[in-house]
Every structure is written in C-alpha cells, then in structure tokens.
C-alpha cells in the first residue's frame, strides 16, 4: 500500500490535547480538505435525510466528508458490482470525499453475533454477516476515498467481562491484519485510505494496547470506537481517550464514532479527538425538535451566527415553568429521547409562537417560517416538518462547529462550554417530558 496522502497539519494544541488545524489532501486527487476539530456529513445512502440535494446546498460551511455505512450499502453489493463505477457515482455524488464506516451512528445496532471470523450489519431486510473477503469485497465495490477496518465493537455495554473485551482487541487487530493485506493487493483500493480502529470497552489497560498496537499498522488514522454515547459517563469516556491519544501518532487524525451531543463532543475535543460523526440533528429532527443550544464566542453575536437574546429570552421562559435544570444534564443512555439541546415543537406553547426556532439564525427555516408554523406541520403529520427542521438543525450544528475551531484559536474555550452548558444564567429552552 502506497504512503498516505492524508495530512493532518496543527496549528494549535490547547492544554496539550485539544487541537486545531486542518487536514488536507483528502480524497483521491487530493483537492479537499476538512478544518478540525470538525464533522463529517451524516447520510442514508448517500443523502442526508429528508433533503434533496439541491436543498442541502443552501446550506453553507457543508463538511467536505460524506459518510456512508455499510449496514445501509451491503445489501444492495449485487446492483453496485453491476454498476461497476462505484457508490459515489451510483448515489449522484460530486466535489465530496466519501468515508465508509461499517455502522450507522443514528440506528442502534443489535449485539451478540459476533464470531472469530465475522462482524454483522443490520440493514432493511435484516442481519448480513461480513466476512473480512466479504467486508474487503464491498469495499472494492463502493470504492470509497477512506474506510474503517472491520471491527468486533460488541463490548460497549457495561459489564462485559475483561475476558469479552481482550478478544475484541484481538479480533480487531486480526481483521485490521487481513483488511490491509488484502487492501495492498488490491489494484481497485489504489489511493483510498484504511483508518485503524481502536476497541477496548471501559478497560483502560485494553484501550492501551489497542491504541498501542493500532499504531503500528500502515494506517491513515484512528477510529475510535465503543465510547458512544450511553456507553458510559462522560468522566471514564475522557479518561480512556486521554489514555488512548497518548499512543497514537499526533500528525493522524482521531475520528470517534457515536458521540454527538454539544457537552460531550466539547469535553471529548479537550480529550484529542478530532473528528465526529453529525448524526446529532437528524435524531434531534426525527424526535420533531429543533436545536437551540448557545455557542457565541464572538463579540459580535453575528459573526457566531447566534443572537444572545434569544437565548435569555428561552432562559426566562424555563425560569417562569419551574425548570431550572442546565444543558446536558439530562440522560443520555436513552437516545430517543429528547434532550437538553432542544426545544420540542410538537408543545403547545408553540402553537402561537411567532418567533424564528432561534433569533439571528441565517438558515432558510429561521428567516422564512416561525415556531408555530413547525408546530402545525408537526401536528398535522406534514412531510415539510422534516425537512425544515432538518435544515435548520444541520446548520446550527455545523455553525456549533465553527464556534469551536473560534474557541480553540482565541482561547475562549470555557466562554463556549458556559454558554453552551447555560451555565450563569444562559440556557435553552426544553419543554417538561
């Protein structure tokens, strides 16, 4: 396998772990790049839920990395190997890089089915079980500029043995073994770009040694994989990636799967991660809710692309209720439910509300349409409702985003935690569950 294209270039390391910078040369011409810490763009088969394409692109600051997943791809390989021109020209893709992951962050996967020799994916018809030919085959099919190796990510849940999450370090090491010498002989796989993954569960000395041992292998960069969210408290979350990002490489990118929430992603950045999966909003959209967190660093609240009064004003109506509970306090391992994020526009408090979802938000939803008009399309089951929400919670996150690259440059890192917190009297609304 050729040396990697990627590179992953600092141009700030805060408290010795949290870092800023770029990582350039992606894709297999090497024209795009991806400012970090940053996220990668959530998709179903390629398209980012209930939009169309050319909805998607009145958004702007889009993440230049599309991710897909092979719980979605694997069971359509038949039609993709007759296609013959890979999954990027299959789903109509253009100007993006595509990353291939094995499972979709959004959908909770059943465990259990793991074996020496095989991982499992869920997709519409059911469980398909992947062999590393199988894996290393679909890859070659979908032909996609960087990939996860296959990886046994069954011992997230608390309580699995010591002995359960030694195998799958084992196992993953093996799997990542055959994927890159499969992947070095293989003329289709020429420039695209393997990412090692990293198991461990809540053991740290396992977490060591996968990281250790990972980073050995010819890998373009690390995915880190079994700390989603509800796996664990934030504290032993940001415990294992400080222990883990100390064996990995610093000119590498850390890409960890499965956490999304504002809180955790902040502490988990501090931590040394640099990359994330987005698919927050769309969870935050299916549950017919809109993002509302606070994040202006900026003197001038546009530029943050957020208003503040806004925010006191929601910080006053959660006063007048009797809630008076912070951001990210609520529980996480329930990913269905709503969170502290979100303000939920199914209420009835919204039906005459005739404010934007958030004051100052440029995006098509916030500057065209009001909380009550969401709350109808809510209400009355209209397919418009996804599609507005979606819109607006895709570009509040990814201006989340930008806010921290801002923080991490001008030192203002624990401004943004406050205000994304609401801490001091600055919080978001959220309706009574």
């Known amino acids: 396998m050729a040396g990697c294209r990627m590179k992953l270039e600092l141009s700030r390391v805060v408290q010795g772990r949290g870092r800023l910078g770029v990582l350039k040369d992606l894709g297999k011409t090497g024209q795009h790049s991806l400012e970090v810490p940053g996220c990668l763009l959530h998709t179903h088969l390629g398209t980012v839920p209930h939009l169309t394409r050319d909805t998607l ?52 996967c059943p465990t259990g089915y793991t074996t020496n020799k095989t991982v499992s994916v869920w997709g519409s018809g059911g469980r398909i079980e992947l062999t590393v030919a199988k894996f290393m085959a679909l890859q070659k099919t979908v032909q996609p500029d960087w990939y996860q190796s296959m990886a046994d990510g069954e011992t997230w849940q608390s309580g699995t043995s010591r002995k ?8 993953t090491l093996a799997h990542l073994d055959e ?22 569960g809540d053991i740290l000395e396992e977490r060591v040694r996968s990281g250790r041992e990972t980073a050995k292998r010819p890998v373009a960069g690390f995915c880190l994989d079994g700390l989603q969210t509800g796996s664990m408290h934030q504290a032993l979350r940001t415990q294992l990636i400080t222990a883990v990002t100390k064996e990995l490489p610093e000119d590498k990118p850390r890409l960890l799967h499965g956490v999304g929430r504002p809180d955790e992603v902040l502490a988990c950045v501090e931590a040394g991660v640099d990359l994330f999966e987005s698919f927050f909003p ?4 299916e549950r017919g809710c809109a993002l509302c967190f606070a994040f202006d660093v900026s003197s001038d609240p546009e530029l943050a692309g957020r208003a503040p009064p806004a925010v006191l004003e929601l ?3 959660k006063e007048a209720s009797g809630e008076t509970q912070q951001n990210g306090d609520s529980n996480p391992a329930d990913q269905s439910q709503m969170t502290s994020f979100e303000i939920d526009l199914k209420d009835k408090r919204y039906k005459e509300d005739f404010r934007p979802l958030v004051e100052g938000c440029g995006c098509y939803c916030c500057v065209n349409h009001q909380r009550a008009y969401l709350h109808h399309l809510l ?9 507005l929400l979606m819109i607006h919670n895709a570009a509040h996150y990814h201006a989340f985003f930008g806010a921290l690259r801002e923080a991490l440059a001008n030192d203002k890192l624990d401004v943004l935690r406050r205000r994304v917190l609401g801490e001091g009297g600055v919080q978001t609304d959220r309706s009574q569950r």
Not at 72 to 99: C, M
Not at 181 to 197: A, M, T, W
Not at 282 to 285: G, H, L, V
């Open 164 to 171: 359960r999450v030694r195998k799958s370090v084992d196992r």
């Open 379 to 387: 209400v009355t089951n209209e397919l418009l409702a996804g599609v």
């Open 282 to 285: 769309f969870q935050a959209t």
């Open 57 to 108: 692109h009145t958004l702007s600051n889009l993440p230049s990395v599309t991710q897909v997943t092979l719980s979605n791809i694997a069971e359509h390989q038949d039609v993709l190997e007759e296609f013959r021109d890979g999954f990027r020209r299959f789903a109509g893709l253009h100007n993006t890089v595509l990353y291939c992951s094995l499972h979709d962050p959004a959908t909770p």
């Open 179 to 200: 994927c890159l010498l499969v992947h070095q002989n293989s003329q289709e796989l020429d420039g695209v770009e393997v990412f090692g993954v990293v198991e461990g």
């Open 315 to 317: 910080a006053e109506e």
